[in-house]
């Protein structure tokens, strides 16, 4: 039987511990694609919405952005006030909350309306965002991080590309934006009934947030790397459709392509992590977005850009070299609270980057936040090259 973490289940009989966590990771994977499935439509509707439907300009895109990820910073605070609480607790919560933000999308009259709603929908969602991957650390085997991430982003995937494809069908049955949302709406809330489902017993004790020296490199490439994925975040899709009036049905294509293609990509990311290590995941990838980056900016044939679209977003998939990172430089009951930190730094990023984006883009065109991004890209390697092989990582 595989090791059972001494933070999940301590107090179940050793008989029932396997199939409890196989439960575990079961209603996970759920909530995992449900929450996939919500913010995919979030993500695929979204630049069309505030582009077409709201009519906002790119500064007022940076200034949404920057609110909405000022979230991740907030969500620290919150974790602090829960701790004590289990991870599938707050996950039910904070789902509800992430469901409430994104069905009143359906309603929102005016810019400030859409800045307060994706506050509500953001505050849970990024709440959400460390439990998932600490849960599947704690519900599954030592040594193989990487392939129970892989099997979440598997989940996510096939949640958001069920997703796009709804989206496109009813998109061509003459169903508008708005009503959209109330599906992302219900999908949250079913993601909420799967949290609650799993075990109860995961949870990491003491503080949800821990800052320690030796966890330095990972607080710099989170902070590192939220700035380079906001340039996609906040710009990408928002420039296809502002700058070269790509349609709503378009945009649906490829984000379906992007979660298909995902559904695959995930778990063999998650299994060259395992076998190659996080440094030369993390090589690749932000080389990869150095060029991508540098190629938004410089080429200006839209088809050609559909596919720097696709492809950064399979890319992202890389990432999650750096909480498999943590599995493997953290012990167990730290994994967490170093997660959170991790979300702070990242976000800390995240909500300066779409605000210097937004000017950058209003005082000399959408190309120069690309050539930001790039830039960031290539910083990013420095301390990758710092990273030590996955067998010299010392906890």
Known sequence: MAQVDPVVLEHVPAAAQEAARKRGRFFLALTVAMVGFALSLQVGLNPNFVAQTMAISGEQQGMLEGSRESCGIIALGILALLTGMSEPRIGVIMLVLMSAGLSAYSAVPSFGWLVAASFVWSQGFHVWMPLPGSMAMALGDRGREGKAMGTLGAAGAIGSASAIALA??????????????????????AAAFFCSRIPKDIKAPGARLIIRKKYWLYYVLQFLEGWRKQIFIAFAGFMLVRE????????????????????????LTGRIIDKLGEQKVLLFYYASMAVVCACYARIHHAYVLYGLYVADSVLFSCNMALTTYVGRLAPPEEHTATLSAGVAANHVAAVLMPLVGGVLWKLYGYEWAFYMGAVMAVVTLVPVMMLPRADKVQR
Do not use: D, E, N, S
């Not at 496109?168 to 959209?180: K, Q, S, Y």
């Not at 294509?253 to 979660?259: D, G, K, S």
């Open 168 to 189: 496109l069908g009813l998109h061509f049955l003459g169903m508008t934006v708005r009503p959209m949302f109330l599906l992302a709406g219900a999908a949250g809330l």
């Open 244 to 267: 070269y009036k790509t349609p709503l049905g378009l945009m649906l294509v490829l984000a379906l392509i992007t979660q298909t293609l995902g559904w695959f990509v995930a778990p």
